[in-house]
């Protein structure tokens, strides 16, 4: 039998549900200190001097350290996505504020104390003289003449731009029957992973090596922009991810924390944990997806979109070393997703504010690029009259037409579009929904229904980067006694890619899946590789570990055919044993072939063979174009997988409050490891994505003061809220991974936020209402039916 | 992330109690369940110098039948008001109330009295206390004194209360046999702070309305209404004119919780109605 299909439960889950994993806080040494932080309580302030002494002198207290010592011995951070490559305003960013602190929360000092009492109690007797400067919160207001700029050297707040233009839009708007125009925008949130940030450093003076547990997604990716940070050998350091309470983008390095954390630790030669609070989290633990778009779409009468205008402003809050800023990008580059349209004319604008930095976050941008095309479908919808899935099934592109190159330079590998948007309109009874919804109206009831798609590019890979990278590692060994280890360079937030990655090596060897140990996130023991981000543990890190265990398979039958004393093509393999074709009772066992392997090297069976059975191999994933002058086009994603989401949604007109009464999504992930484990994912993405369209929002007073600083004031959904999530598959196989496997991490998220504007627009017909914002928070959608009511003329 | 030091008592007598209370007076905070004060303290924004438990003393989570009320201790939980017999027979809506109160655990250790002392704006147990006409008694080192619910709100969290004074019980009048009771509220998610409630106890026409959650501290209305249509938007828009000084937050303007005063009002009432013996 094939493992790869089944759904086999998470390997970690006993361990995990007992409680008994190790998270960063689990860890202990010998002589543990804590770091705290102290972060800035302005959002812009020039630093005229700090002083420790009073923090210095209370009992417990270890070292407190300032930007000033931070500049004379470290480096800045490295970017993770480089901005000169890519024609973008980069800043040099150290793990403290050097003599200007930028946002509320960016790191000012850190305390190292004996225990985490003593070192938040010395934070309050730093004093810090500021000298409060102006600082801009809006990202309009940025751009305008005479803003406070948030870094005065670039003498802009515009970090990068883009103006494209693609086809001929004004051809197109020339020639269109209608035009629809609007705003649309999506809120800033954050991930609220169940466990915070965290590290302990550890270093050892005698051997020269730095010890660094870190709550990360990229343990090698941290190894090296810690050494370059420290300015230190790379092989001087070994990180160690332990267990993950979820990450979703949001662990993805290089904090400030991490690398100053690691300087205390060598500094004063005792281990160092620092772990963030919640407060802290939701402060300065990364942002996402704050992105306005003002469109207009010029549409022919059928619903055919023939052109398309945008500006784009993405708030990225203030420049740092994180990735998260990318995402604007990555909006841009979507468009217009699953959808045709040559023209276009298309202006972003990613712009600093004196907030929090983004950071990579579920979605990266596509979510929001999803909303806006499945916001313009709704709109040509409302203008033509036409039913809001026949102008989206004339859009489409067709199932005939992969690999696509879509108008960015993408090339999108495969799909069926219109097969998803069927088959969740059978699941979800579309047909059928009107007169659902006449009989609820009778009880006084008013329910809507929405639909949307979603496109979700998996595998990023960015060139110039030694973190967004579309090649990783995976050893598998085979050991004496016929059992497995497998070491990957990828790694593990929570998510199960270890068991698929453990079903791809047992169904390559032929041997029973608990043989097999999977070994992740150690920089010491695991080959070399980039984690987890984009999807790609199972597509690349999956791949490689396939093509490893193929060369061990390979070596096995060469053996045993030789101990069965037949030829290899007379071989088979069946339950775990090497066989005679046809005569299945002639057969050597898995564990007796590893075992004389390792024990005859020298014998007739391993003449001209390599002795052992351990295999280090790397995957490079296809359909990458990073030689524009050669390929024509430039495409950072190899992986194209979509899904339709359809929702049901009872409205309280009076009061604004939305029910999700139901909640179906079709997905095409390709071919699917673990339908548990994906669908486990989904879950959460469907979460995270309800979520971001009805409840999270981060916020700032004008001042640039954060409004949320707890879970009383970030609303997040809990279970109540959420409905049974009712999904369905389609299994497009991609065709450039071996398995055709497309990654399933992010999906689930972008549908959610266009399905449900769609469904509460829909639950209220006779008012002409548009839901132009998120988070669709009760007040937001009382006051648009208040508005749409004002308009028309009606009482409200 | 409590930082500083800070004294802890746990008294096992109420005069003990009190006695401490008066010492620490300045500074001094008392703690019952904590659901509120533990949150505050880890945050930074409440910082203690002397914590003085209820938590053993004896006498303070009693619940019983008294006539033509119950009386209901400082210390009970909400989960017991939620499931007591008493409670859901005679005051169903202060059950209903409980209910709703944040999540399991926290309705396994908060209490009535501190949700009381607390006076969390859009506390639900606040609303109900006014509409029932309920009676808060307050003991000191220097001896008890009752105060009504109606007087005993005086803005966002401050009470009638001294700083050396504890609430040792409530007297919670019954809805009478004939009356009917409801409590509503709107909240963005379970166990969220209520964005606007209402509580309605209805005798005949007439009902008592107690609408919190829009407003600094609940509000109180007498209205006459028999049910018609007419009858309902005039009591709603009484609601709606008694809550003029509405506050607005991220879950909502001041305009919103204003309107949803008014519509929370008028379900409460409707139902309040409904539900008439």
């Known amino acids: ?796 | 992330m409590l930082s500083t030091d800070f004294q802890f008592f746990a008294p096992t007598a109420l005069d003990e109690a009190l006695a401490l209370l008066h010492e620490h007076q300045d500074g001094g905070k008392v703690l019952s369940g904590g659901m509120s004060m533990m949150p505050a303290i880890n945050l930074g924004v409440l910082r203690p110098t002397a914590i003085v438990s209820l938590n053993h003393v004896p006498g303070l989570d009693g619940l019983e039948d008294a006539g033509d009320h119950l009386r209901i201790g400082g210390l009970v939980r909400h989960h017991v008001v939620q499931s007591d017999p008493l409670v859901r027979a005679h005051a169903p809506l202060l059950a209903q109330a409980a209910s709703v109160i944040a999540d399991v655990q926290v309705r396994h250790r908060g209490t009535i009295g501190g949700s009381v002392a607390h006076a969390d704006p859009s506390a639900d147990y606040l609303p109900v206390l006014v509409a029932l006409d309920a009676t808060v008694e307050l003991a000191s080192a220097s001896g008890t004194r009752d105060v009504r619910a109606r007087e005993f709100f005086v803005d966002v969290m401050m009470t009638a209360l001294a700083l050396d004074e504890i609430v040792v019980g409530l007297r919670v009048p019954k809805v009478p046999a004939e009356g009917g009771s409801a409590y509503v509220r709107l909240a963005r998610v379970e166990g969220s702070f209520a964005i606007a409630c209402a509580a309605a106890v209805a005798v005949g026409d007439r009902v008592s309305l107690g609408v919190g959650g829009a407003v600094p501290t609940p509000v109180h209305l007498d209205v006459t209404c028999d049910g018609s249509e007419a009858s309902l938007d005039a009591a709603a828009e009484a609601a709606f004119q008694a809550c003029e000084d509405a506050y607005g937050d991220l879950n909502g303007s001041a305009e919103y919780r204003r309107a949803m005063a008014r519509v929370y009002a008028r379900r409460a009432i409707q139902q309040a109605l409904a539900a008439r013996g």
């Open chain 1, 1 to 796: 039998m094939s493992y790869v299909g089944q759904s086999i439960p998470m390997l970690t889950n006993a361990q995990l549900v007992a409680g008994k994993g190790t998270f960063t806080d689990d860890v202990q040494l010998p002589g543990m200190t804590f770091m705290a932080v102290l972060r800035s309580p302005y959002a812009h302030a020039r630093i005229r001097s700090i002083d420790t002494a009073a923090a210095e002198a209370l009992p417990g207290v270890l070292a407190v350290v300032t930007g000033q010592e931070i500049l004379e011995n470290t480096n800045p951070i490295p970017e993770t996505y480089d901005t000169a490559a890519v024609g973008a305003r980069g800043v040099e960013w150290y793990s403290l504020c050097i003599d200007r602190a930028r946002y509320v929360g960016e790191a000012v000092a850190a305390v190292v104390a004996e225990d985490r009492f003593a070192a938040y109690e010395a934070l309050d007797l730093i004093e810090v003289d500021y000298e409060e400067l102006p600082a801009v919160t809006d990202p309009v207001a940025a751009m305008e003449e005479g803003s406070p700029l948030v870094e005065p050297s670039w003498g802009t707040n515009v970090m990068a731009s883009r103006d494209i233009r693609l086809g001929d839009p004004d051809a197109a708007f020339a020639e269109a029957d209608g035009v629809v125009e609007g705003v649309v925008s999506s809120a800033r949130i954050t991930g609220a992973a169940i466990e915070p940030r965290g590290c302990v450093a550890s270093w050892d003076p005698y051997k020269e090596i730095l010890t660094f547990w870190d709550s990360t997604q990229a343990p090698h990716a941290v190894r090296m922009y810690l050494a370059k940070t420290l300015g230190m050998a790379d092989t001087s350091i070994r990180v160690i991810q332990p267990h993950v309470g979820g990450a979703f983008g949001l662990k993805l390095p290089t904090f400030q924390e991490e690398p100053l954390c690691a300087y205390m630790a060598m500094k004063l030669g005792r281990p160092v944990k620092w772990i963030e609070t919640r407060a802290e989290n939701l402060l300065v633990g990364g942002h996402a997806r704050d992105t306005s778009f003002r469109y207009q779409a010029a549409y022919r009468s059928d619903g055919e979109l023939i052109g398309i205008r945008l500006d784009v402003i993405a708030d990225i809050g203030v420049p740092s070393a994180l990735c998260g800023w990318g995402m604007s990008f990555v909006t841009w580059y979507c468009l217009p997703c699953v959808y045709k349209c040559q023209n276009s004319e298309t202006h972003l604008r990613s712009v600093v504010t004196n907030k929090c930095p983004w950071n990579a976050y579920r979605g990266y941008g596509k979510d929001a690029a999803s909303l806006l095309m499945e916001r313009i479908m709704d709109h040509i919808a409302r203008e033509t009259g036409l039913d809001r899935t026949e102008v989206r099934f004339r859009n489409f592109v067709q199932p005939d037409e992969f690999p696509y190159s879509q108008v960015s330079g993408a090339m999108l590998d495969s799909g069926n579009y219109p097969g998803a948007l069927r088959k969740v309109m059978d699941m979800i009874g579309y047909e059928d929904f009107p007169a659902l919804k006449e009989q609820a109206l009778a009880e006084g009831r008013r329910i809507g229904l929405g639909i949307a798609m979603e496109l979700t590019p998996e595998g990023c890979s960015m060139p110039g980067s030694l973190m967004l990278n579309g090649t990783d590692s995976t050893e598998v060994r085979v050991t004496p006694n016929g059992n497995v280890i497998v070491l990957t360079g990828v790694t593990s937030p929570g998510s199960g890619n270890e068991t698929g990655i453990a079903q791809i090596v047992a169904d390559g060897l032929g041997c029973d899946i608990a043989r097999i140990s999977v070994v992740q996130g150690d920089t010491e023991s695991c080959p070399w590789g980039f984690g987890n981000y984009s999807s790609r543990s199972i597509i690349i890190g999956g791949s490689a570990a396939g093509v490893a265990a193929k060369d061990i398979n390979d070596k096995m039958r060469k053996v045993a055919a030789g101990m069965l004393e037949i030829a290899e093509d007379d071989l088979d393999q069946v339950d775990e044993a090497f066989v005679v074709r046809g005569a299945a009772e002639r057969r050597v066992e898995f564990a007796d072939v590893a075992r004389e392997v390792y024990s005859n090297p020298h014998g007739k069976n391993m003449e001209g063979i390599e002795p052992m059975l351990q295999s280090v191999r790397q995957w490079k994933q296809g359909n990458v174009y990073h030689q524009p002058e050669k390929q024509g086009r430039f495409s950072a994603y190899p992986s194209w997988p979509y899904g339709a989401a359809a929702a049901i949604v009872e409205v309280d007109p009076e009061s604004g409050h939305v029910r999700i009464l139901r909640y179906c999504l079709v997905e095409d992930a390709g071919t699917i490891v673990n339908p548990l484990l994906a669908d486990a994912n989904l879950h959460g993405g469907i979460a995270q994505g309800i979520g971001g369209a009805m409840y999270e929002q981060i916020a700032y007073d004008e001042a640039g003061q954060s409004l949320t600083a707890t879970f009383m004031d970030y609303t997040l959904p809990t279970a109540v809220e959420l409905p049974t999530l009712e999904l369905g598959h389609q299994a497009t196989p991609a065709p450039f991974t071996p398995l055709g496997t497309k990654g399933v991490g992010e999906s689930g998220v972008g549908g959610a936020l266009g399905a449900l504007c769609s469904a509460i627009e829909d639950a209220l017909p006779e008012i002409d209402m548009q839901l132009t914002a998120l988070p669709l928070s009760p007040s937001r959608i009382w006051a648009a039916i208040q508005d749409a009511r004002a308009r028309e003329g009606a009482p409200a």
